[in-house]
């Protein structure tokens, strides 16, 4: 099971940034997958997360209207659309996945079993 995202960089105030998960090994017709991201001195949290199964989504309330989760089951990948980027942003975002649990919600809440490797999100002017 592989979870690679990309995708980060620089970024000022107010921007837009696409970020992209391709996954291995298992297929995206039933496990949750969300992103997550930890911010130094913070601990990690869950910023979205969606059902591949039903395509039902969770977004905690800090994101909500910003950032938008979806899937291309056709690449067996995942992407993290944000907009309107603030420097409380600022983190490294990680794609995971949990393959024993296909509620969004649950991942969210939880912490899952399988992780990519980080990629770093500035917002900066």
């Known amino acids: 099971v592989q979870l690679q995202a990309s995708g980060g960089g620089l970024v000022q105030p107010g921007g837009s940034l696409r970020l992209s998960c391709a996954v291995s090994g298992f297929t995206l017709d039933r496990p949750a997958i969300g992103w997550f991201r930890e911010a130094p001195g913070k601990e990690r949290e869950a910023v979205a997360c969606l059902s591949t199964n039903n395509d039902i989504w969770y977004y905690p309330d800090f994101v909500k209207g910003r950032f938008t989760i979806s899937s291309d089951k056709s690449k067996n990948s995942v992407y993290l659309q944000m907009d309107n980027l603030r420097p409380e942003d600022t983190a490294v975002y990680y794609c995971?996945?949990?393959?024993?649990?296909?509620?969004?919600?649950?991942?969210?809440?939880?912490?899952?079993?399988?992780w990519g490797h980080g990629t770093l999100v500035t917002v900066s002017s």
């Open positions: 995971a996945a949990d393959l024993g649990h296909s509620s969004s919600y649950y991942l969210c809440h939880s912490r899952p079993s399988e």
